[in-house]
C-alpha cells in the first residue's frame, strides 16, 4: 500500500500535506486532502488509490479588513501592503477579465462590491445605493470569510464595475493572508468578528472634492457641479453606514488639508494622522522619541532639506470613540524622498526588519500617490505592522515550528 | 497567452456622460430621493471604473519597450540574463 508521510510546514492553512510521488493536490487548505495516486514507480500501486486524511487546520488564515469610500486609495494601499510580504499582486490568471480579485504569494485581496446582492440596474429599481446595506449580502459575505478563515476554499460572486452586472463565481483558495477591502467591512458584527486587523482610511470632505476633481475633471460630462453633486447625494448614506465603522478600527488613517499653508484647497499637501488604538493584542502602536509624551517636531534645518511649506510632526496619546490611542501626524511633504531615512531613524516600533526599510519601500514605489507625503509614510508603516502582526500570530498558533516567511 | 481586452475607452466615457445625464434628470423632481442619490452613486461607480481603465491603460502603453518584451523575449532588445 501507499506509504505517506504528513509533513507540518508545507502550508500554513493545513498543517497536512502528502506528498505523493505523482502528487495531485486539490486545493491546499482543505480540511481534507483527497489524493491520487497513479502507477509510475512500482506495480504495487497499479490500481488508483484513494484515501482521506483529516488534518487539525491550526493555522489558519488571517484576515485583514480595509474599510474606504470609493476613489480614496484603497488600491495604493493595497499595492504598498502586498509590497511588504514580497511579490506582485496580480489578477487571478485566465479568470474573468474583470474580477476585482488581486492575488500574490501570500495575500489574496477580494474587493467586498462582490457581495453586491442587487446589481447596478436593481439598486437603482429600489432606490438605494451600494453604501445600503440593503445592496449588500451580509450572510454570504460572513459564510465565505469564515469558510477561508477555516481553510476552505469558497466560490465567491464577482461584481463587474464595468457592466454592473453580478458575473459567475471565481473560485478563491484561502491564502496565508486574506485582505477584504470596500465599504462594509467591519459593519456586519459577525464579519468583523472574524478580522484579525482592521483598517479604516477617513478622507476628509475637502479632500475627497480635490481627488475626484483630479480624477474625474478629464472626464467627459463631468463638471465641478456633477463631482459635488455626486458627493453631496452619496453622503446621507455614507455618514448613516460607512463612517460608523472607524470607531471599531485597530487604525484609521485620517487625510486632512494642511494646516501649514492657510486655505489651501488644492488637496496636494496633505496632513495626515494615523490613529492607533491601544491594547490590541499582537499590534504596539508607532511613537516618535518618547512613548506616551506629546511632542511637535520639525525636522527641517540643518539635517533635512525642505522646501515651503515644510514637514511638521505631531504625537500623542489620546481619545477617539471612546477608545484610547496613540496619534501620529506628519503634515507636509517630502521634496528628497530618500531624505526620509533621517524620519524613520526618529520612529519607534515601526516593526521593520532591517534599518531603513520602510524608505527603501517607498523609494520602491516613488511613482505611487502618496509617496511624497504622509499617505505613503504611513500606508508603509501599516503594512509593516501587518506584517509582525501576522507573524506574531502564526508563531502563536502554530504549535509546530513553522517557517512563517521565506527569508 | 491570453491578453485582456480592453473595453473600448470610448464606451466606459460615454457611460460616464449618460449616467451624469441620467441623475441630472432623476434629481430635477426630488433631490433628497432614494432615486436621485443612486443615480448619483451610479456615476461615481462609472466614474471609478473609468478611472481605472485609463490607469491601466497608462500603465500598459508607459513603456514601448516593455510592451514589446512581453510578447518577444528572445529578441536581443529584450533577453535578460540572470547571470
Known sequence: MAICTVYTSHSLNSTCSIPTPTKTYLGFNQKQVIFFTTSKKSNRRSSIYSSEISCSAEAKTVVIGLAADSGCGKSTFMRRLTSVFGGAAEPPKGGNPDSNTLISDTTTVICLDDYHSLDRTGRKVNGVTALDPKANDFDLMYEQVKAIKDGTPVQKPIYNHVSGLLDPPELINPPKILVIEGLHPMYDARVRDLLDFSIYLDISNEVKFAWKIQRDMAERGHSLESIKASIEARKPDFDAYIDPQKQYADAVIEVLPTQLIPDDNEGKVLRVRLIMKEGVKYFNPVYLFDEGSTIDWIPCGRKLTCSYPGIKFSYGPDSYYGNEVSVLEMDGQFDRLDELIYVESHLSNISTKFYGEVTQQMLKHADFPGSSNGTGLFQTIVGLKIRDLFEQLIADKAAAPLQATKA | ?83
Open chain 2, 1 to 83: 497567452h491570453v491578453r485582456t481586452m480592453a473595453v473600448p475607452e470610448s464606451t466606459i466615457s460615454d457611460q460616464v456622460a449618460k449616467s451624469i445625464k441620467d441623475a441630472q434628470e432623476a434629481c430635477a423632481d426630488d433631490p433628497v430621493s432614494g432615486e436621485c442619490a443612486a443615480a448619483w452613486d451610479e456615476v461615481e461607480e462609472v466614474s471609478a471604473a473609468a478611472s481605472d481603465e485609463r490607469l491601466k491603460k497608462k500603465q500598459t502603453d508607459s513603456d514601448p519597450l516593455e510592451t514589446y518584451c512581453k510578447d518577444n523575449p528572445e529578441t536581443d532588445e529584450c533577453r535578460t540574463y540572470e547571470d
